[in-house]
């Protein structure tokens, strides 16, 4: 991955792109909330394709923003760097927070984008919630911190191959770039309101949707409902929890690479 800073419509992003196999086009990943580039490297080394990501404003190696930002701002952000980088299609995946992302830059892009890839995500803000207290956890960012706190609730939040393997969480932090609390809530606050419920029917790219089978966080049901709702989607369902891209980084990436040939 090289990754570097870009001026952007101005604004400053930290930039990474994956070389790779050219017969087909770069795969621009939207990701997690708080998750800087190197939390989805092992997945794109799995995956041996072209590929762009980048640290939305205030999170990693990206400056915070002054203003606060939506969904459609960021879609908009991430067509100009496409432009950029030369690009003028390509195929889109979007993870947890960055599904919704991925959601807006398939309908508001609908040109550029080829073939979405949903993972581990929902339709927004009118989505089947996951537990009280897991969403309680997810609303501080003290995790991304605190090491020993992550430990103690990696399973809790995420299920899965972290609820049965608890030390995978300090191969998790390790890829960690914090930056600001600030920047974490302005994410938050972009989700606040926003859902895809609306125009999903409108969607034309071939979708893959893609849920954990224990996902405390965003449960199977939201997975299922934008399988339903997209006209051209299709679900697959993993026995992991919501970190699947990672903690089964190979079989996720020979799903996704399978779907986008």
């Given at each position: 991955m090289q990754i570097g800073l870009r001026e952007v419509a101005n604004r400053t992003l930290r930039v990474g792109v994956r070389p790779g196999n050219a017969s087909r086009p770069p795969l621009l990943l939207f990701n997690g909330i708080g998750a800087n580039i190197e939390l989805v490297e092992p997945f794109v080394d799995a995956l041996d394709a072209r590929a762009i990501v980048f640290d939305v404003p205030g999170v990693g190696g990206s400056p915070?923003?002054?203003?606060?930002?939506?969904?459609?701002?960021?879609?908009?952000?991430?067509?100009?760097?496409?432009?950029?980088?030369?690009?003028d299609q390509v195929d889109v995946l979007g993870v947890s927070w960055g599904g919704a992302l991925a959601q807006q830059f398939a309908f508001q892009h609908a040109?550029?984008?080829?073939?979405?890839?949903?993972?581990?995500?929902?339709?927004?803000?009118?989505?089947?919630?996951?537990?009280?207290?897991?969403?309680?956890?997810?609303?501080?960012?003290?995790?991304?911190?605190?090491?020993?706190?992550?430990?103690?609730?990696?399973?809790?939040?995420?299920?899965?191959?972290?609820?049965?393997?608890?030390?995978?969480?300090?191969?998790?932090?390790?890829?960690?770039?914090?930056?600001?609390?600030?920047?974490?809530?302005?994410?938050?606050?972009?989700g606040v309101g926003w859902t895809s419920l609306p125009w999903l029917s409108l969607l034309r790219?071939?979708?893959l949707v893609m849920a954990g089978s224990d996902d405390p966080l965003v449960p199977l049901i939201n997975a299922r409902i934008l399988a339903t709702l997209i006209p051209h989607a299709r679900l697959v369902t993993l026995d992991d929890g919501h970190l699947f891209l990672v903690t089964s980084a190979a079989k996720s990436a020979r799903l996704v690479s399978e779907f986008l040939d």
């Open positions: 915070v923003p002054a203003l606060p930002y939506r969904p459609w701002m960021l879609a908009r952000l991430s067509a100009e760097l496409l432009d950029q980088l030369g690009h040109s550029r984008c080829r073939r979405l890839v949903l993972a581990a995500t929902s339709p927004g803000h009118l989505m089947v919630p996951g537990k009280l207290g897991v969403l309680a956890k997810m609303a501080s960012p003290r995790r991304y911190k605190d090491a020993e706190y992550m430990y103690r609730v990696a399973g809790d939040i995420y299920g899965g191959a972290l609820r049965r393997s608890p030390e995978l969480a300090r191969e998790h932090l390790r890829h960690v770039r914090w930056s600001s609390d600030y920047g974490y809530y302005l994410q938050l606050l972009a790219q071939p979708t």
